[in-house]
């Protein structure tokens, strides 16, 4: 019994040692049981399926452990769905472009069906309606193109670059990528929705043979007649499409299909035009790095400073131009600002002089404000003696006859209160006379604040009495009820006050009337007031009604700065002053300011009441 598990024990320990060897001795293949494909998609799912099926189908048959799956895609969804792929399949200028950002690397070229050459099938070919005006690639300039997309390399790039490389500059067309498939192109171009389109060659006679296209409808422009080509082309031809291994595949399983490859026999494929007779050893795509080097495309995008560089040189013309004219612009900016500082400078000289001209005639108008009450002094003399002499003389007698109590004995404390009060009344009567004529007089800047015209014309009132009743007139004053408050400097209107009621004195003289009267009114409205001053005297000749406000200009043989002075000082005030005749004889003369703020907000309180 022991012998026989002993046998067991060797035969189980052989035939492990046997399988061990057998998996030591067989290949190591892709981590993933499927092996997935990426084919570029340019006619659509089911043509791309239709082209590429004999070329997978010979894979699964030559490595049946291996599961293949193929996906049509587009040129955006290879780039997203890169890192998920074994191998791609894909055109000539994709293929240079993916070695450079993803790592791919070629494994086997197409060969093709068309070219005898068997080394290059693709180009472009550039095409638009037989009807069209269009006659040769020199008259496509700001043409309308359908392009299937601007990355596609048979679809688009070849035929920029020939264009740049025929025509010597950029080709000015106005590029509408349709999207794939390629097909859409066509029939943009049929339809009359793009004036021209731009396809891979060899489209055109693929959708003819299969009756999608009438070839009468269509006509190539610089078409390249070639005998080993059998398509319709407008560019040179380039190496075919490329198999391409992603990294990351094992060498082994990538070795294996590239030996697959090369094994494909001739004509498994079923597409005349478009398909591909079998797969041959990669071949050089320099070609196509040139095109995308010329264009300055991935990987040779060109920096600023070479940009700056072709571009100069390709239109150093325009830019002497551009340098002579922004030369001259400079030259011009520069004199204009030369002219402005200039003339800057003189404005401030005259602005400087202005304002020196300005500060002596307010000096000036100050001075001869001043010279006009100084001269009004010889008409006020009369009345300071006459105001003075009658509160001295009563201060007099009081206090004479309060001593006489005093030494008397008989002086009792209310007789004491009653005498000491009439004293000190007359004391401020001569008081406010006499600092009512030194703030006439004075010569102080002028300083407005809220005056009350009642009090002003009281006050003016006062002073001229005197001198009106030594000429037998009477000033006719019945001030209103209510406050009138104007803002203003009270010193420069009561020398206004002054100089009218002195005018109206001197005419009524001169009329020779006996008891002449002057009437002085005071009245307002919401807004304004106006100040009247109306005599019955000889009033103004017609004449001089244009002169009276002249300065120096008097018919009595005065300074004639009284009504001049007057006129300035209601006018900075924003008054207006002004002399009318009366109906039967005299002159009335008027002046309207405007009232306080407080007063005009009062005004408007009680009219809305």
């Keep these: 019994m022991r012998g026989f598990l002993q046998r067991i024990v060797c035969v189980a320990l052989f035939l492990a040692v046997l399988v061990a060897n057998q998996l030591a001795a067989s290949p190591v293949f892709a981590q993933s049981e499927m092996v997935r494909v990426g084919i570029l998609s340019y006619r659509g799912s089911l043509e791309t399926q239709r082209t590429w099926a004999p070329t997978i189908e010979h894979l699964q048959r030559e490595l049946p452990d291996v599961e293949f799956s193929y996906l049509p895609l587009t040129l955006q969804q290879i780039a997203e769905q890169a890192d998920q792929l074994d191998f791609i399949i894909t055109n000539p200028g994709h293929s240079f472009q993916l070695e450079r950002i993803a790592g791919v690397s070629r494994i086997a070229s197409a060969r093709s069906h068309v070219n005898k050459s068997e080394m290059q099938d693709l180009g472009s070919v550039i095409f638009t309606r037989a009807d069209s005006g269009i006659g040769g690639l020199t008259e496509l300039k700001g043409a ?290 006499i600092n009512s004529m030194r703030s006439f007089l004075n010569k102080q800047p002028e300083a407005r604040r809220r005056v009350d015209l009642r009090d002003l014309v009281d006050e003016t009132v006062m002073l001229m009495r005197t001198f009106a009743a030594k000429h037998a007139c009477q000033l006719q004053w019945d001030p209103p009820q209510e406050p009138v408050f104007v803002c203003c400097d009270d010193v420069q209107l009561r020398q206004v006050m002054v100089v009218l009621l002195q005018n109206a004195l001197d005419a009524t003289v001169e009329a020779g009337l006996e008891d002449g009267v002057i009437s002085i009114q005071l009245d307002h409205t919401a807004e304004t007031c106006e100040l009247r001053v109306c005599d019955q005297g000889v009033g103004i000749p017609k004449e001089l009604e244009e002169k009276v406000f002249e300065p120096f200009y008097s018919s009595k043989g005065s300074l004639g700065l009284g009504l001049a002075t007057a006129l300035s000082i209601v006018d900075s005030h924003d008054g207006d002053l002004t002399l009318k005749p009366m109906p039967e004889a005299g002159t009335c003369a008027t002046v309207r300011l405007l009232l306080s703020r407080s007063q005009t907000e009062e005004n408007h309180d009680t009219a809305t009441r």
């Design 144 to 433: 309308s193109a359908g392009v299937v997309s601007t990355e596609a390399f048979g679809g688009y790039l070849a035929a920029k670059h020939s264009l740049q490389q025929s025509l010597g500059t950029e080709s000015d067309l106005r590029v509408k990528p349709l999207g794939f498939p390629q097909q859409t192109v066509v029939e943009a171009v049929v339809k009359g929705d793009v004036q021209i389109g731009i396809v891979r060659a060899c489209l055109l006679e693929s959708m003819s043979a299969a009756g999608k296209l009438d070839q009468t409808q269509i006509r190539v422009l610089g078409q390249q007649y070639d005998p080993e080509f059998a398509c319709a082309r407008t560019t040179e031809l380039y190496p075919g499409w490329a198999f391409l291994k992603v990294p990351g595949v094992s060498p082994q399983l990538a070795t294996r299909i590239t030996q697959a490859l090369l094994s494909m026999p001739d004509g498994a494929c079923t597409d005349e035009w478009l398909g591909h007779a079998n797969w041959i050893a990669p071949v050089s795509y320099a070609a196509v790095e040139r095109v995308y080097r010329d264009l300055a495309l991935y990987p040779y995008n060109k920096n600023l400073r070479q940009i700056l560089k072709d571009w100069v040189e390709r239109n150093y013309f325009l830019l002497g131009v551009i340098i002579l004219l922004s030369g001259a612009f400079l030259l011009h900016v520069g004199h204009v600002e030369f002219l402005v500082r200039r003339r800057s400078r003189q404005l401030e000289t005259a602005s400087d002089k202005l304002a020196n001209a300005l500060q002596r005639n307010l000096m000036l108008e100050s001075e001869l404000a001043h010279a006009g009450r100084v001269s009004s002094m010889n008409i006020l003399a009369g009345s300071l003696a006459h105001d003075l002499k009658q509160p001295l003389g009563a201060i007099s007698t009081f206090a004479h006859s309060l001593r006489q109590r005093l030494d008397r004995g008989t002086a009792d404390e209310e007789t004491l209160q009653k005498q000491l009060t009439r004293i000190s009344e007359q004391a401020n009567r001569a008081s406010d006379f």
